[in-house]
């Protein structure tokens, strides 16, 4: 079968994976994903481009990208993710787009290509590390007792305030 825009493949949940397989330029929207126990791995082929958007909330264990040049988007209100979670692809990664809230339990790791701020991002007592950035609204970046590695930050509009925070709140 020849692939041209992206598909997702139904989810096999006995196996505790839920992947999509990448293909193409197209786009791929999903409303949310729940399942405490499962990772959700978006993979892609050599050759794909393209962009994953989760617009509604997420309640996973783990999220589970490969290094290529697609997106991914992830808008919806509460975003929960209880392992750590490294998004690998290089094309912009979004957390939030106003007001969200993201917790990755386990730590994140976003460093391959650019990312996207717009909301609370947040560990629980984990590491966080973060690429270039760019703020797409006022946004927050705290990791309890978990350091904080963050590369160059744009203020998207010139009028978006960026704040760490400690376990304290401060």
Do not use: H, R
């Not at 794909?48 to 990208?65: D, E, P, Y």
């Not at 963050?150 to 304290?168: E, F, W």
Request: with cysteine.
């Amino acid at each position: 079968k020849q692939k041209t825009a992206y598909e997702i493949k139904e989810c096999d949940w006995s196996s505790d994976v839920c992947s999509s397989d990448l293909s193409g330029s197209g786009a791929i929207n999903i409303g949310s994903v729940t399942g405490q126990n499962y990772n959700l791995g978006l993979q892609s082929a050599s050759s794909s481009a393209g962009l994953v958007t989760i617009n509604g909330n997420v309640n996973i264990n783990q999220f589970i990208t490969y290094a290529q040049n697609y997106g991914v988007s992830l808008l919806g209100s509460t975003v929960n993710v209880a392992s750590a979670s490294t998004f690998s692809n290089t094309g912009t990664t979004t957390l939030g787009n106003g007001g969200d809230s993201l917790t990755f339990n386990g730590g994140l790791t976003a460093t391959s290509g650019p990312i996207s701020l717009g909301g609370l991002i947040s560990t629980i007592n984990n590491p966080m590390s973060l690429g270039a950035s760019t703020l797409a609204s006022n946004s927050t970046l705290q990791s309890g007792t978990g350091s904080i590695t963050l590369g160059s930050v744009t203020d998207g509009a010139s009028s978006y305030a960026l704040t760490l925070q400690n376990s304290a709140g401060s």
